[in-house]
Each structure stands twice: as structure tokens, then as C-alpha cells.
């Protein structure tokens, strides 16, 4: 059973930067397609970005094209989100999740996971 923990959230100024870690233990992510979801308080669920098991594919929501990053970095079993020039409107619990698709070359923003994680609070303010 793929277990995901998120790490890396916080408090950041409006401007600022943070990096998120989505993480299994002693199974490798590369077979999974991974994605990125935030929802902030009062708001629908927002899936912003995902990386397929090919690795290059990426697909971004327009709220954070330009200024979020997902990767796989140099580790079997961690994917990132590079989150840059952050205001306070990405304020939200982040959660990553994750499907069993092995070999895949894209990826689109579809919602639907099998596995997700616990998601850390994200805060940008003043």
C-alpha cells in the first residue's frame, strides 16, 4: 500500500519561496503518476500540477504556471513542488497524490488518485 508524506510547508511573505516534498517509504514513485492539489478555506479543491511516470510531460493550472515547479529531483521515491513568487492567494493545505501509471509520457489535470497524502498548511502573509 503507497503511503505519501508531504513535508516543507509553512509561513512565507508574499514574494517568498517554499519547497514541498512528497514522499514514500521503500517505494519507488518512478511507476506513478504524481500531482499536486491545494484547497484553501471556503474553496473547491484545486489540482495545480502534475508529473507523469515518464518524468517530462508536466501539466500546471494557470494559477501557477510560471511560478510553480513539479519534478522528481535525483531521488526514486520523492517528488517536489518548487513553489516561487508565492501571494497570498496560494495560501492552502497542499496535498499530493498519486497513480499507478508506469511508463507514462503525459500527464493532464483529471482529479482522479488513488493515494494521497495528509497535506501541510501553506500560509503567505505579511
Known amino acids: 500500500q503507497l503511503q505519501l508524506v508531504e513535508s516543507g510547508g509553512g509561513l512565507v511573505h508574499p514574494g517568498g519561496s517554499l519547497r514541498l516534498s512528497c514522499a514514500a517509504s521503500?517505494?519507488?514513485?518512478?511507476?506513478?503518476?504524481i500531482a499536486w492539489f491545494r484547497q484553501a478555506p471556503g474553496k473547491e479543491r484545486e489540482e495545480v500540477a502534475c508529473i507523469p511516470s515518464g518524468g517530462h510531460g508536466t501539466d500546471y493550472a494557470d494559477s501557477v504556471k510560471e511560478r510553480f515547479t513539479i519534478d522528481r529531483g535525483n531521488t526514486r521515491n520523492t517528488v517536489y513542488l518548487q513553489m516561487d513568487n508565492l501571494n497570498p492567494e496560494d495560501t492552502a493545505v497542499y496535498y499530493c497524490?498519486?497513480?499507478?501509471?508506469?511508463?507514462?509520457?503525459?500527464?493532464?489535470?483529471?482529479?482522479?488518485?488513488?493515494?494521497w497524502g495528509q497535506g501541510p498548511p501553506v500560509t503567505v502573509s505579511s
Open positions: 521503500r517505494i519507488t514513485l518512478n511507476y506513478y503518476t
Open positions: 497524490a498519486a497513480n499507478w501509471n508506469p511508463n507514462s509520457p503525459i500527464c493532464a489535470l483529471l482529479g482522479r488518485y488513488d493515494y
